[in-house]
């Protein structure tokens, strides 16, 4: 062997152990998922928030098996024999927390390219699947667990049509294990009639917006004759994927803020006798008739930012949930990206201080996202024969000041809320209590 192959095999030795040493130490801060529920548990004496309105005081709530067997108060007329009791006097109960449109597990870092798999080359992908990517050892999802949220809506994102979204549960060994319910939306990015002309730091006219809409116009049209052919034929994956849109196994999901978009979008979607949901819809508040009349749903995902016109109240993104509740739209909240997860509740808190009432945020954190997303049979409300997916918390669970879970359990497993921030903690804690 040459001296040059002896030092590259050094070389691939070293980095081979080091990228080991590096991933070893990674899931080591990625605590070990939880064993199903073995033992049927009680809480008692919680402020339960149930996710759709109603707050039960002194509440008694049992789950077995992961479903839950019990709702009521302290004043129950009835014992709970095997039962492990956890006293949360003081303490508030809520359903799980669902993030919608997030890139959880789909991302690690931003600015490095090999840990970011949230979207696919080319513009058209409606057979793009969000649930095969996802990343069970993320050191994210574990702190974004530690603040209630314990399900996600995996969503891809680029091009024109980004693909498939699913619904994941935050404690599993993969991707199989997580996924809750797969491949239930399929996402839908609407041109805009304007772009910002970074040159000249101006808003311009998109010259491209009707070639744009041509070009989705057409990929329906086609899907739809593709499906009404007969006789055999070569598979194709695109075609088959948009099948799901037209059997109403999957839905729409359209991500536009623009008022002029919404609408759009919405019709768009009408012609071919499809219910699209809105994604994004910073212009909600402008056109909440529109969205009514055609009983449009919006993932409302911009409550924390600054107004996007100078003519605009400074407050505004802080009032739209409140306009949205006045108006009788369904919506919920959501925040994107992924590590910015941890922050859903206290967007809903932000909107609380600006007139929407307190358990319609908590409904738009529970029980409103399951209905947006199709899942409130099983999960999103704290009812006798759903899943036992709810949490303890300290505080109130929408205020960071007082935000502080100390029980979690997804579908009844008692799920370790320890995460790598909490880990760093103790760890400089310590450090600076021995000097």
């Known amino acids: 062997m040459s001296v040059f192959a002896m030092k590259l095999n050094q070389l691939i030795w070293v980095f081979t152990f080091t990228n080991f040493a590096h991933y070893n130490s990674f899931a080591q801060s990625v605590p070990v998922p939880a064993p199903v529920q073995a033992q ?22 049992a789950f077995e ?122 996402h839908l990015n609407w041109p805009n009639a304007t772009r910002w002309n970074w040159q000249e730091s101006r808003t311009e006219r998109n010259e491209e917006y009707a070639n744009q809409l041509r070009e989705l116009d057409d990929f329906f049209q086609q899907a739809i004759a593709y499906g009404q052919s007969s006789g055999n034929k070569a ?39 499809l219910k699209p949901t809105i994604v994004g819809g910073y212009d909600a508040w402008l056109v909440t008739d529109f969205l009514k009349a055609h009983n449009v749903p919006v993932v409302f995902t911009s409550t924390h930012q600054l107004p996007s016109r100078e003519d605009e109240d400074i407050d505004q993104p802080f009032k739209t949930p409140a306009l949205l509740h006045k108006a009788g739209i369904k919506w919920c909240f959501a925040h994107g990206g992924f590590w910015q997860q941890r922050n859903l509740p206290f967007q809903a808190g932000q909107a609380v201080g600006f007139g929407l009432p307190y358990e319609e945020a908590v409904r738009a954190l529970t029980g409103g996202t399951a209905e947006i997303m199709g899942i409130s049979k099983t999960v999103g409300t704290i009812e006798v024969g759903k899943d036992a997916t709810l949490f303890i918390n300290d505080g109130d669970a929408l205020d960071m000041r007082t935000c502080k879970l100390t029980r979690a359990f997804i579908q009844g497993r008692d799920i370790d809320l320890d995460n790598k921030q909490e880990m760093l903690y103790r760890r400089y804690q310590a450090k600076y209590k021995t000097r």
Do not use: C
């Open 40 to 61: 049927p548990i009680l809480i008692t004496n919680a402020t339960a928030h149930l996710g759709n309105g109603e707050v039960i005081e002194n509440s008694y709530i």
């Open 65 to 186: 098996q992961g479903k839950i067997t019990f709702v009521g108060n302290m004043t129950v007329a009835r014992g709970f024999p095997g039962h492990q009791i956890i006293d949360a006097t003081g303490k508030h109960l809520y359903p799980g927390f669902i993030a919608p449109d997030t890139e959880l597990g789909l991302q690690e870092i931003s600015a490095v390219r090999a840990t970011a798999d949230a979207d696919e080359i080319g513009s058209l992908n409606p057979n793009v699947r969000s649930i095969i990517a996802y990343n069970t050892d993320s050191e994210v999802t574990p702190t974004v667990r530690s603040m209630g949220v314990l399900l996600a809506e995996v969503t891809p994102s680029g091009g024109r049509i980004s693909g498939q979204s699913s619904i994941v549960q935050l404690d599993a060994w993969n991707w199989q294990d997580a996924a809750y319910a797969t491949d239930i939306a399929i």
């Open 235 to 273: 598979k194709n994956l695109k075609m088959e994927a948009m099948q799901g849109l037209f059997d109403g196994t999957k839905k729409l999901f359209v991500h536009t803020n623009a008022a002029a978009g919404m609408q759009e979008g919405v019709l768009f979607a009408e012609r071919f006798q």
